[in-house]
């Protein structure tokens, strides 16, 4: 364990964390390196992620692997990312569920391939009873389409007469979420530099704690995680309230 993880308060690690991943073509750019090299060197980081939260006690780690507007990219660029999904799940998988770690997926499966589709099945009935950390993948995931989707579903009902518009509330609301049994972020990092949420956890992350780093994501370790629950203990989480 690195010295930097001793220095946690245990009582006060967040309870989920959430990583938006940025930075693997500039880390690959700066190399001279293809933008592929990047996204391998930062699937090899995931792990480090991972694992960092199982000996930090973090119970839920939610990342961002492929958002909704990623389909604009080059079809060369996308075709990687998913190669590299594949072998995450097929490579990691059996550790993953050796640590203790439940693996969930969250966003729209639409689009996605049939044996991406039934990877994300085995992966989440194999490690459905783990309890150590829940491992929430976004992918095909955009904050603006999920909130939309939850409102249609939510008009359906009323039309259908099933819900009264008056018992519409926060709780009914987030319940439509793809995140409906996952408790909200308390600390949301990206890393990279940028200074945005990329739509990402929009609703969820109302109250969560934003940090934001230089490290570009390849190079992100357990260092830099324990380095960012540090800062996020010395803050002090208000909710809206005074003090």
Known sequence: MLPAQNQTEPGRVPGHIAIIMDGNGRWAKRRMLPRAAGHRRGAEAVRKAVMGCVS?????LTLYAFSSENWKRPPEEVDDLMGLLRLYIR????????????????????RLSDDIRRLIEEAEIKTGANAKLTLIIALNYGSHAEIVRAA???????????VDPDDITEDLFSQRLYTEEIPDPD??????GEKRLSNFLLWQSAYAELIF????????????LAGAIQEYQARERRFGART
């Open 56 to 60: 930090q006690g973090v119970k839920f």
């Open 91 to 110: 490579q990691e998988l059996q550790e993953l569920d050796e640590n203790g770690v439940r693996v969930r997926f969250i966003g729209d499966r639409s």
């Open 152 to 162: 249609r579903d939510i008009a359906r009902d009323v039309k259908a007469g099933l």
């Open 187 to 192: 600390l949301v990092i990206r890393t990279s």
């Open 213 to 224: 780093l230089d490290v570009l994501w390849p190079d992100f370790d357990e260092s830099s």
